[in-house]
């Protein structure tokens, strides 16, 4: 951007020009929800008509139907009429998160707004899927956050919101046009989105049904060619736990030969190293896991998987495990058994360890073994699709956000 000329770094072909800069509140109505006078909780019905509240579009998007939204009766609705949302509406929080704001869509024509939402409507110099973008870069949430009163809950009024600074360009055509490109954008985030969240309700789906039931023996959907029981029996009858000897702090450094992970490490980047002879002198010593061992969080975050490729890297003594079963068990089985067990017998208070017992007394429901490769690599595979939608989400999430900084004032 340049300051100066009030014009964007990046802008579409055939367009010049400085941009305007009003407040919000003289390009835009903005109103505040009806307050607990007007309309309490206890006033909401089962099947009604819906009101919004600030916790429905807290990643800014709304919902699209009224399932699990409080509604209102016909009455309250009519006597109400003046807090109806319109298309292209855009609402605010008025507590708590308050720099987020959400667009009304045909979805959620005619719902109302709550006591604890802003609801800004835009006149006719400005195009309101601009201002929604406008209003969602990062120079104006910090505006908004810059004034908000309350230490512990942030909050605005319709005065606060008003004296918002924003930027546009006075011709409709390239505020349509900026509209449209993160119109496109957010349509693509959302189908992956929904095709994410599709594929993990899948995967939910299969766990309950591809495994037997507490106290039964045969899961109720199987592969073709699959038949018997499945054995009851717990991790200790198919291994033990191992663990790497303890590396002390005045054994590493910050730069090195090989890569030092801790529990809040684990499974990211290393920020701690250790030499390439401790590292071969422990190694030949103490346990060391082999390429497809499933290394497992045993404190703070329980539970966390992260499957061992094979690289020469160092993990911190007992609070990151594995269970060495030389091969009585399928890794990938393990992995989404793992991935669905409730570990009992936890112990502390403000952070929890999960002890060697605990892992060695677990029980587990095992098929042969060509079926629990069958079930390991069914569920590997839906796995994949889930974080090629999720890696495809911040994928595209980064690009708009470079995209409102580069194509705003």
């Known amino acids: 951007m340049s300051t100066d000329n009030k014009v964007p770094e990046i802008r579409s072909k055939g367009f010049s020009g400085e941009w305007a800069e009003e407040i919000l509140g003289d390009v835009a109505e903005i109103k505040t929800g009806p307050f607990g006078s007007t309309l309490h909780a206890k006033a909401y019905v089962e099947d009604g008509h819906a009101i919004i509240t600030t916790e429905h579009f807290k990643s800014g998007e709304l919902p699209v139907d009224k399932k699990n939204i409080p509604q209102v009766s016909e009455d309250d609705y009519l006597r109400l009429k003046a807090y109806l949302l319109k298309v292209g509406d855009i609402v605010f929080s008025r507590v708590g998160s308050v720099d987020i704001n959400a667009l009304v869509t045909n979805k959620q024509e005619g719902w109302l707004f709550s006591g604890r939402v802003l609801r800004v409507r835009s006149g006719k110099i400005i195009d309101s899927e601009y201002l929604h973008h406008e209003l969602s870069t990062s120079r104006v949430k910090k505006s908004v956050v810059s004034r908000a009163v309350g230490q512990t809950m942030p909050s ?29 954008i957010d349509a693509l985030i959302n189908q992956h989105q929904q095709k994410h ?60 030969e090989i890569p030092f ?5 684990f499974g990211k980047q290393a920020d701690a190293f250790i030499s390439k002879n401790l590292f071969d002198e422990y190694k030949a010593k103490y346990p060391y896991p082999v390429a497809g061992d499933l290394l497992l969080s045993a404190s703070g975050s329980i539970g966390r998987v992260v499957e061992y490729k094979g690289e020469e890297q160092y993990f911190q003594d007992s609070n990151i495990v594995w269970l060495k079963h030389d091969g009585k068990i399928d890794n990938a089985f393990l992995k989404v058994f793992y991935s669905m067990v409730k570990w009992s ?51 595209l999430n980064n690009i708009k956000q470079a995209c409102l900084s580069k194509m705003f004032v």
């Open 156 to 184: 605005i009024n319709t005065e606060i919101l008003k004296i918002t600074p924003i930027h546009f360009p006075l011709d409709t055509t390239e505020q349509t046009t900026i509209g449209n490109y993160f119109q496109k």
């Open 197 to 256: 969240d599709n594929l993990s309700n899948i995967k939910k789906a299969m766990l309950e049904k591809m495994f037997p039931k507490q106290g039964e023996t045969i899961p109720e959907i199987r592969f073709k060619g699959f038949s018997g029981e499945w054995k009851n029996l717990t991790l200790g009858d198919l291994g033990s736990v191992a663990m790497n000897k303890r590396i002390f702090k005045h054994q590493t450094t910050i730069s090195g």
């Open 261 to 265: 992970f801790k529990i809040g490490t």
């Open 345 to 395: 017998g936890l112990e502390g208070s403000t952070i929890q360890r999960l002890y060697n017992k605990n892992i060695l007394d677990t029980e587990i429901s095992t098929p042969e073994r060509q079926e629990q490769t069958a079930i390991g690599n069914y569920f590997q595979k839906l796995d994949n699709l889930i974080n090629q939608h999720q890696q495809q989400i911040t994928k």
